[in-house]
């Protein structure tokens, strides 16, 4: 495989950095002081940072723990866990410390306390919480995009499905589960949050997870840009030639049998944009207003008339193994 230009590797270190930068706005700004945890070594790290009193920086603990994982990565799974695993998880540790003012002789930042922040957590908490993940879930989403993570249950994950073929899927939930109950019973003991009550911030955990999760597949994949149609109808013959020059769109025909009504004809696949999906439902009303159409989303659409995606080159051990 060709390797990347000089170009292309310092566009990648720059977008890095950029979602590095939205992970740490989103941790370090909304969400330690919101005692909504995420999962994996931050949401430990808040967890610790929550029992000790505050006294050890978030972004220091996700540090000093990610580097054994790091190296426990590099050691089982050998160069897979390149420059880009570190460089992403160094990051975000010194954007969430610098964010909050812990980072020395910059204790002046501290964007937590900004006035815009101060009025979200009083006034309006759950949107505080959905910007957070919104910011954590696009910011992981363009690290893991350009070929990097920010290390943690990935090396977890990663590691466990060489060793003991577990699926990421299955690592991230136990790992996730624990670690957001974990910080809840810290909350709870602790009595941090005397306003909400330890469970009602853990089911918003959750749901944190859920949104930058989704968050993090769109970015990646990006959204359903296409829709496919499957049209069943016995004037198959006209509402093709409509497609086709009215839409123009290309239509295939399969030969086809109903099995309840044994009757035989052709069923047409065409595939359009979502802003085509209107116009071709009213062109096949016009031509038969009993035609059976099924419309599905389509992922992802080679040739002509249609934007080819962005290929993503995932780090080696995030790829699904078939």
Known sequence: MKKPGVGR???DYVAIT?????????????????????????GLSMAIHYLTGGKVPVGLLMWGMNVPLYIWGVKELGRSFGARTFYGFTTSSVFIDLFRGSVPGLGFIRIQDSASIRFLVQQDFFFMV?????????GLGVIFKFKGTTG?????????????GTSPGKTFLVTDFFVISLAG????????????PAFALTLYAFLLLFVSSRLVDIVIE?????????????RNREIGERVMHELSRGATAFHGKGLYSGVERDILYTVINRSEVHVLRELVRGVDPDAFVIISNVHE?????????VDVELPVFLKKKE
């Open 152 to 164: 943690g249950s990935d090396i977890v994950a990663a590691v466990a499905q060489k060793r003991w």
């Open 301 to 309: 659409v080679l040739g002509e008339g249609f934007r080819r995606r």
């Open 9 to 11: 590797i310092i566009v």
């Open 130 to 138: 959905l910007l957070g993940a919104a910011l954590v879930g696009v």
């Open 18 to 42: 950029a979602g590095a930068l939205a992970v740490a706005l989103g941790i370090g700004a909304f969400l330690i002081d919101a005692q909504v945890v995420p999962g994996g070594v931050s």
């Open 185 to 196: 019973v810290i909350i709870q003991v602790r009595h941090l949050s005397p306003d909400k």
């Open 222 to 234: 990006g959204f359903d840009y296409a829709k496919s149609a499957w049209i069943i109808s016995d």
